[in-house]
């Protein structure tokens, strides 16, 4: 399991931009962690994958945030990043951190962070 805590939500108008911060404590850096990503939850929705970063510099995005959002990792720090700029309405959510230690493990989730973006 890797513990995760995630940073950064908040209240922002549509158009404007958010940084979400997600801290992993683990022994060793995250590089040796396979894939860590983002997800959100809109309510009566179900969780869906945002954006994905594996070891080897492998991105993925959801079609509906390609070009907008953008997930970086920095392994000094043991941190993921999604940098969300022109931010709609649709993208409010809770989001959840998400860890993968090898392609076959389960996920470790962080406790989620309030993102909503006003009309």
């Known amino acids: 399991q890797v513990q995760l805590v995630e940073s950064g939500g908040g209240l922002v108008q549509a158009g404007g931009s958010l940084r979400l911060s997600c801290a992993a404590s683990v022994t060793e850096s995250i590089r040796s962690i396979y894939a860590m990503g983002w997800y959100r939850q809109a309510p009566g929705k179900q969780r869906e994958l945002v954006a994905r970063v594996t070891s080897g510099g492998s991105t993925y995005y959801a079609d509906s945030v390609k070009g907008r959002f953008t997930i970086s990792r920095d392994n000094a720090k043991n941190t993921v990043y999604l940098q969300m700029n022109s931010l709609k309405p649709e993208d409010t959510a809770v989001y959840y951190c998400?860890?993968?230690?090898?392609?076959?493990?389960?996920?470790?989730w962080g406790q989620g962070t309030q993102v909503t973006v006003s009309s």
């Open positions: 998400s860890a993968r230690r090898t392609p076959f493990a389960g996920d470790s």
